[in-house]
């Protein structure tokens, strides 16, 4: 639950490496992954890939928590509006997203920090490309400081 | 207002005598005179009901549980109750059968703050017949204006016309006009032109009052779960208070987002906040969204249109709207 605190202190003296959670889609941006992995185009190792059956089952609550526990960045891949294997998921979760990155924002959260990108299993390029783009992004941010428990910190 | 509550007392024991219904759910003092609640009501104590400017709370919620009992239950709805009641019935949350429900006019409730905050204490009792405000005090009779007291939900008035209902008290061209027009998004805007780092430090200061006491989720008509998330043993927040600025944030985020699309902008959120933090601002946050991004929608309008979470295009703005439109950096 907590911040680890020497966890804390060690990423302040160190080159800060973002640590980024990617939420994907079983269907298409895992097997995306998988292809990038496979014609060995390279994403940054600290993105660290939950698989889940489809980018509508990832709860604001996942979000949060992910920021909770050490995370610089979130971002979730599903497959292109349209193509979504359960037919519509991706709809409701591109309405949900959308209002919840938005409120982040509204709480004063930096918004490059959350991210929705839609990723077939064909784009492996652009799968790597999208990582390692947003990587670049959450490096510039720097740490997220603003969704943990600020007290831990110096 | 006295009229009206004579008129609201010969109403109810007439359907409560022939059989409509057989219990109300009517308001009751309690410690003081501006601490009313609601209380379930039969033919025995009905001399006990009134109506007056602090019977603000949202009869709706209560009728989850009295439409689950035996009998018909009759509800005074107020026309802002009526949405919450629509959005309830649209859920099936509420038997809508099994409730009989009565339009009581509404002319704007009281906010017993915004009267101590006038200099009026010691407040014995409180006579609310229109533009003026009667106050007897310890310290002699007081007066203010209506207008003055208002609750900030009633500034930002729906209107006085009930969207649901099985009779009316007074038809609702006869209603009192509430005195509003303000813009209910006027604070939402201020604080979306705001540089990022001080609508943080904004809502560090309000979120961190929050001692957890639930009373937001518990109040709230469109928080209807028999178990919330906030109640499970294993997510490590059920029953306590915030631990951290995280578990805060955490608890409001959700909280707002759990009722995006279904709240009504009751305000009853904010009215029983002990700590006075400002609800409605995050409950608008979403609501201003949802009809930029979505559409206009109110919730309750209706009990059959579905909800903008529930619902979408193919043509719907991507998430990344957010860089281009959200607040100030
Ligand atoms: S009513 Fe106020 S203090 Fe209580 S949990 Fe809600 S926001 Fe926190
Ligand atoms: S969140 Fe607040 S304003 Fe919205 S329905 Fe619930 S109690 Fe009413
Ligand atoms: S199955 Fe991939 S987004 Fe729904």
Redesign the interface.
């Known amino acids: 639950?907590?911040v680890n605190e020497t966890n804390t202190v060690n990423t302040e003296e160190k080159e800060f490496t973002p640590l980024i959670v990617a939420f994907c889609c079983n269907w298409c941006s895992y097997a995306g992954a998988d292809l990038a992995g496979s014609s060995r185009l390279s994403y940054p190792a600290n993105v660290k890939i939950i698989r889940v059956p489809c980018s509508c089952r990832v709860n604001?609550?996942f979000i949060?928590r992910a920021?909770?526990r050490g995370a610089d960045g979130v971002i979730l891949c599903g497959c292109h509006?349209?193509d979504c294997h359960y037919s519509?998921g991706n709809?409701?979760a591109?309405?949900?997203?959308?209002?919840?990155?938005?409120?982040?924002?509204?709480?004063?959260?930096?918004?490059?920090r959350?991210?929705?990108e839609w990723v077939s299993a064909a784009e492996g390029a652009k799968f790597s490309a999208t990582m390692n783009d947003f990587a670049a992004t959450i490096h510039k941010l720097g740490p997220n400081r603003?969704?943990?428990?600020?007290?831990c910190e110096k | 207002m006295r009229e009206i509550n004579e008129m609201l007392k010969k109403k109810v024991s007439e359907l409560l005598e022939n059989g409509t219904a057989d219990r109300i759910i009517g308001w009751q003092a309690g410690e003081f005179c501006y601490d009313v609640t609601p209380a379930v009501m039969r033919k025995d104590n009905l001399d006990e009901l009134f109506y007056n400017g602090f019977c603000g709370a949202n009869q709706s919620k209560y009728l989850i549980q009295e439409s689950l009992e035996e009998g018909k239950v009759l509800a005074l709805l107020k026309p802002c109750d009526t949405y919450s009641f629509n959005q309830l019935v649209k859920e099936h949350r509420v038997n809508r059968e099994k409730v009989y429900a009565l339009g009581i006019p509404c002319s704007g409730m009281l906010d017993v703050d915004k009267i101590k905050a006038l200099g009026i204490t010691g407040i014995l009792s409180i006579e609310d017949n229109g533009e003026e405000i009667k106050v007897a005090t310890m310290y002699g009779d007081k007066t203010c204006k209506r207008t003055e007291v208002l609750q900030e939900r009633c500034k930002v008035c729906k209107g006085k016309e009930h969207k649901a209902y099985d009779e009316l008290l007074i038809p609702d061209e006869d209603a009192p006009e509430v005195p509003n027009g303000e813009d209910r998004f006027e604070l939402v805007n201020k604080?979306?032109a705001m540089t990022?780092?001080?609508?943080?430090?904004?809502?560090r200061g309000e979120l961190s009052k929050c001692i957890r006491c639930n009373a937001c989720r518990n109040v709230c008509p469109a928080c209807s779960c028999r178990t919330c998330?906030f109640d499970n043993d294993n997510s490590?927040v059920a029953a306590k208070s915030n631990?951290?600025?995280?578990e805060e944030?955490?608890f409001h985020?959700?909280r707002?987002?759990h009722v995006?699309g279904r709240c009504t902008d009751c305000g009853e959120c904010s009215r029983v906040c002990p700590q006075h933090i400002p609800l409605h601002l995050?409950n608008r946050?979403?609501i201003k969204?949802?009809d930029e991004?979505?559409g206009e929608f109110q919730a309750g309008e209706d009990d059959t249109a579905k909800g903008?979470?529930?619902a979408?295009?193919?043509g719907?703005?991507?998430?990344?709207?957010?860089?281009e439109?959200?607040?100030e950096?």
């Open positions: 639950m907590q604001p609550l949060l920021f909770q509006p349209g519509t709809y409701y591109r309405r949900r997203m959308t209002l919840l990155f938005s409120m982040l924002d509204y709480l004063g959260i930096e918004k490059g959350t991210r929705v603003k969704l943990r428990d600020l007290r | 604080l979306e990022s780092q001080e609508r943080f430090d904004f809502w998330v490590g631990a951290d600025d995280f944030n955490m985020i959700i707002a987002f995006a995050l946050k979403f969204d949802i991004f979505y903008p979470l529930t979408y295009t193919e719907d703005c991507e998430p990344s709207i957010v860089m439109k959200g607040g950096a």
